[in-house]
Each structure stands twice: as C-alpha cells, then as structure tokens.
C-alpha cells in the first residue's frame, strides 16, 4: 500500500515520465552486485505520443513497437511486457526495451472513448535518484512492532553503495560526504553541504554518477516523541538522503479516499479489499472504530527544492497536514 501512495506522490510531482519501477540498480563502481529498488527516476525525453484502438488491447510492447514504426528500434530487443492487459490491468513503467544505453518506457497518457493515448519515453540508464518504502516500527494501538531491524538494515545498505558521494563518519560523530573528482582526487566536506552543493549544481563531474536516496517509511508510534528514537528509525536517517513519513492515519485517509468513498465507482473492489485487510466483513464506507483520518506527510518537493530541517541528527520535513475527517 505504502509503494502505491508513493507512486501516487510521484505521479503528483510530475516525474512519471521518468520513472522506472523495480529495476536493479548496481552499486556504485562496483557492477557486479546489483539491488533491485522500487522506484529509480531517470533523466528522460519524449520519442513519441501514439495513438491506439481500444479495440487493439492487450497493449503489448511488440504492439507498441509496430505503432512506432522506427527503425532505431529491433523487434527482437522488445520486452514482453503489457502496457494494458485485455482484461484493464495496467503495468505503470512499462519497460518495452532496456540495453546498456537506455530505457524506453511506455505509460498511458489518456483515453477517450475510442482510443488511448499512449506516451514513450527513453530513459538514460542510471538514476539520479531512487525511492524506497519501507514500513517499520510500532503501530498504532499495538505494544510491540514487526522484526524489521532487518529490512531496515536491507535498505540501509543500499542508500549506502549507489552513489559516488559516499558517507564517512568522523571521531566526533559528524558525517562528511566523499568524491573522487575526475582528477583522481578526493574531495570532502560537511555532508549535508555537499549534498545541497550537488543537488543545485550543474557540474557534469558531480552529477554524472550522483544518486539521490529517498526512503518512504511509515510513521508508527513513537518515532518523534520518545527520548530515544526507534532503531529503525536511526538507521534509516543515517543511510538515506532524504526521508519522508507516513503516518497510520495518513494510509488510512488514503483508504478511505480510494476505496470507501467510492461506492458508486469500484463495488466489485471494496468487499474483497476490506475481507483482506481487516478479515471481516464489514459495511461499506463504515471505517472502524478508532481509526482517525487525517494525513500527515513530511515530505520535501524536489522540484521545488524544499530544504529539510534537522532534529537531533535526523533529516525531517516540514509538514502537509489535511483537515480531519470524523
């Protein structure tokens, strides 16, 4: 659930077009181990905008490919993959081909009653930022949280080995960010300097093998109240760029806007959905007891290049917070 609010924020930030979803990405000079991350964003251009007939589903990548008509592209070098399957289920990021050159991406621009409207894009290879969600700590109303150390750990690694700027910690507990210019020699400085020095620069050696890391992660119990923050939690801050936070009740807003509120739009859809995700039956548009909807992220923009404000060595984001619905 937490990957399809993200992908919904990306979507609201206008990065579709760049957006590759569950690719592996190799860690940083170091090629022969790779790490498959949930959203990578990719500088990106328009091939074409192509129109097809509803009565041309499934929309394949070979089907795709015959619409292109372009000769810089072989049939044989496509994917699989279906952008819409006959039966409506669509593949956001579809990957029609992938070389060690490029991407190219297909997502559905818009439909009419006839036709849809199908949008191709070519992505360069490596990311210069990627997204990953990850749902830890103590939930709401419940004493003890998931064993998720773990995957905290899992992700944390990965923050860690992707980008060229590189994380040293120093004696006295700082972090300073390390690159090797293309002279051969290290450059350092404060971490958090560095990274704001490379996100606003356009110096080609910075940023050609820079990626931004992003964690999602779920804002559960008593991540910012507690005297000493959740483990999880500290390790993510210590591995990610940025961090961006989701409450209980800002997933369960979503729920209700998506699936609850639209009793008229998707009936086939909220039975089954409530049954998986509380095990009973319940009343349609009836949320249980207790449950508070408000939503509150903690985000940063990237296009509008919100800074982040720091609280005892974490990186937090100022708040959005939606009124609440009773």
Sequence with gaps: MIEVITFYLIKSWLYENSVAIERRLPEYANPSITHNVEFSFHPSSEIA??????????????????????????????????LLSNDGILRNGCVLHADDARLMVARLAGSTATDYS???????????????????????????????????????????????????????????GVLQTDAGQLRYEPY??????????????????????????????????????????????????????LSDAGLAEFVRSLILDQMNNIKQSQRPFIKATTGVEEAIGSPRSGWIFTLTLHCA???????????DGLTL?????????N
Excluded at 139 to 148: A, F, R, Y
Excluded at 317 to 325: A, E, K, M, V
């Design 49 to 82: 905008t192509l129109e097809a007939r509803k009565t041309d589903a499934p929309l394949t990548a070979k089907k795709i490919h015959r619409l292109l008509n372009s000769p810089d592209w072989s049939r044989d070098g496509f994917k699989t993959n279906n």
């Design 192 to 245: 958090n300097d560095f990274l704001h020095q490379i996100i606003e620069s356009n110096d080609r050696a910075l940023l050609e093998d820079f990626t931004l890391t992003i964690g999602v992660v779920s804002n559960h119990g008593n991540w910012f109240t507690a005297e000493d923050h959740n483990k999880e939690l500290k390790v993510l801050a210590d591995s990610y760029d940025w961090l961006l936070f």
């Design 301 to 311: 923009t990237i296009s509008t290049g919100t800074r982040p404000r720091s609280k």
């Design 118 to 176: 199908v949008s191709v894009n070519r992505l360069v290879p490596h990311p210069f930022a990627v997204m990953e969600c990850k749902r830890v700590g103590v939930e709401e109303g419940v004493n003890k949280g998931p064993q998720t150390i773990e995957k905290a750990k899992q992700g944390a690694y990965v923050a860690r080995t992707v980008s060229a700027l590189q994380k040293v910690r120093m004696r006295d507990g700082t972090t300073y």
């Design 317 to 325: 984001y100022r708040p959005q917070t939606l009124q609440s619905i």
